[in-house]
């Protein structure tokens, strides 16, 4: 991985929410859902995003693509600015950046048939000759498994999977670069899961794909990903190639998360960590290292200061004070 091939950057983003009491609507505090977050994702690279509920994975695939407004932060799409963006500007990236969400049932509008669903994008980014469109959204339904005939049908005539693949084949329709899926088969039976799961991965090498795949399940996130991040109320806590992660994870709690997914085996030295509590408030994080009120390896400086993500490796970040340099 080069510079060169950057697809997207993100610089100490933070995304808060205000939190407000009263008729007046008095500002309470923030809910820091994004606290600093910086990464990077390469050309036709899958970067697995997997963290408990509650961590800030969908509001930050969200503001990557600018579907909420960052706090404060950089974000770069092939070294263009796009942290703060116009309305054609915004028109633009979408052309650039989709997104697919968790729910095929209510991402899609149960009013409108397939063809005006995927027709839509098509239109707003400059297809205006009807039979022209018409053509693709057949074609783009075959691609992703369905027929050409599905165009004409309403949302509710489909199943969950075959939703999902409407809409990914609204994703696909402008010809995005990246694709940010939110949770894409979490709420697919598991045989469908797989079969979403090999179809996002066979689209990623014939369109050139680069996926930002956020999901909690880290059997999919295995599957799917090139290199995984793992946050932690807000802030990445872990980054490297997927093999680093699963086979030498450095940071409690990507050990904590790893462990918890291991299947039950009684001839296992290994022993299970199990997370105590529940994640804290992200209006209220815990000082210093974020995890120290949970993590099984805490040390003095844990609770006092904030470890910096650092390359300990060349490509596995960590933010921990056990790894100094
Ligand atoms: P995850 O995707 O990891 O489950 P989210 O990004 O959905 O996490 O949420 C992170 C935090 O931000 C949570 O505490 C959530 O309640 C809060 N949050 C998300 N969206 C909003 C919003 N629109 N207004 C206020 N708080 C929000």
Redesign the pocket.
């Known amino acids: 991985m080069t510079s060169d091939n950057k697809l997207l950057e993100v610089k100490d983003l933070k995304k808060y929410?205000s939190?407000t009491t009263g008729l007046l609507a008095r500002n309470i505090g923030d809910?820091k859902?994004v606290d600093g977050v910086s990464l990077d994702i390469y050309d036709g690279e899958t970067l697995g995003l997997v963290?408990?509920?509650?961590?800030?994975?969908?509001?930050?695939g969200r503001t990557l693509i600018r579907l909420e407004e960052p706090t404060s932060g950089k974000i770069l799409f092939r070294g263009q600015d796009i942290t703060r963006l116009d309305k054609k500007g915004l028109t633009n990236l979408r052309r650039d950046i989709q997104m697919i969400f968790q729910d095929p049932q209510s991402s899609l509008d149960p009013r409108m048939r397939v063809a005006d669903t995927i027709g839509e994008a098509l239109l707003i980014h400059g297809m205006k000759d009807e039979k022209e469109r018409f053509n693709r959204i057949k074609e783009l339904l075959e691609r992703v498994g369905l027929e050409a005939d599905h165009a004409l049908r309403y949302p509710h005539e489909f199943s969950g999977g075959q939703k999902q693949r409407i809409g990914i084949a609204r994703a696909l329709a402008v010809n995005p670069k990246l694709i940010v899926a939110d949770e894409p088969v979490s709420a697919l039976d598991v045989s469908i899961q797989a079969q979403i799961l090999n179809l996002l991965s066979d689209l990623k090498i014939e369109f050139g794909l680069s996926y930002l795949f956020?999901a909690h399940d880290l059997s999919v996130i295995r599957y799917i990903s090139d290199r995984i991040a793992v946050?932690y109320l807000?802030k990445i806590v872990e980054m490297a190639p997927k093999e680093h992660i699963f086979d030498h994870p450095l940071h409690p709690y990507t050990e904590a998360l790893l462990s918890a997914a291991l299947k039950p085996d009684p001839h296992s030295k290994k022993e299970r960590i199990i997370l105590q509590g529940d994640v804290p408030?992200?209006m209220n994080p815990p000082p210093g290292c974020r995890f120290h009120t949970r993590c099984h390896k805490a040390v003095e400086d844990s609770p006092r200061l904030e470890p910096p993500l650092i390359e300990w490796e060349p490509g596995h970040w960590v933010a921990c004070h056990r790894f100094r340099k």
């Open positions: 929410y939190v809910v859902a963290g408990e509920s509650g961590c800030g994975k969908s509001t930050l956020i946050m807000g408030s992200p």
